[in-house]
């Protein structure tokens, strides 16, 4: 898979490792940001964002979703499930579930294993 599919994508699965990956490397670019902002002033210190860190939020908004689907397509759940984690408490259990659980074995209605 390529890094546009990754990142613009909803179609297929991704392993957890990937998932991971994707979310590792958006904290370490949000910290860069962060400090980013506060070596040029840029942050507002009422609010806590900066220009840097809100243009980063904005652009990671589409592939933060298309990593997220991919992962709940590989657990066998469509995209829609994701909504679920609109209801506190619920959220943290489809973090868990995005995030440790395996998906499902051999292919399903979403793609191959990607393992």
Same mark, same amino acid.
């Given at each position: 898979?390529?890094? #546009?599919?990754?990142?613009?994508?909803?179609?297929g %699965?991704?392993?957890r490792s990937?998932?991971?990956f994707?979310s590792f490397?958006y904290?370490?670019?949000s !910290?860069?940001?962060?400090?980013?902002?506060?070596?040029?002033g840029?942050?507002?210190? %009422?609010?806590?964002?900066g220009?840097?860190?809100?243009?980063? #939020?904005?652009?990671? !908004?589409?592939?933060?979703?298309?990593?997220?689907i991919?992962?709940?397509?590989? %657990?066998?759940?469509s995209?829609?499930?994701?909504?679920w984690?609109?209801?506190?408490?619920?959220?943290?259990?489809?973090? !868990?579930?995005?995030?440790?659980l %395996?998906?499902?074995?051999?292919?399903n209605?979403y793609?191959?294993?990607?393992?």
């Amino acid at each position: 898979m390529s890094l #546009s599919q990754l990142l613009f994508s909803t179609n297929g %699965r991704i392993p957890r490792s990937t998932y991971w990956f994707y979310s590792f490397g958006y904290l370490g670019v949000s !910290i860069v940001a962060f400090f980013l902002d506060m070596a040029l002033g840029t942050m507002d210190q %009422r609010s806590g964002m900066g220009v840097f860190s809100v243009i980063l #939020s904005f652009l990671a !908004i589409i592939p933060g979703f298309a990593v997220s689907i991919k992962r709940c397509h590989d %657990r066998g759940h469509s995209g829609w499930f994701l909504l679920w984690g609109l209801i506190p408490f619920v959220s943290i259990w489809i973090a !868990i579930g995005l995030g440790f659980l %395996r998906g499902t074995f051999g292919e399903n209605q979403y793609g191959p294993d990607p393992i």
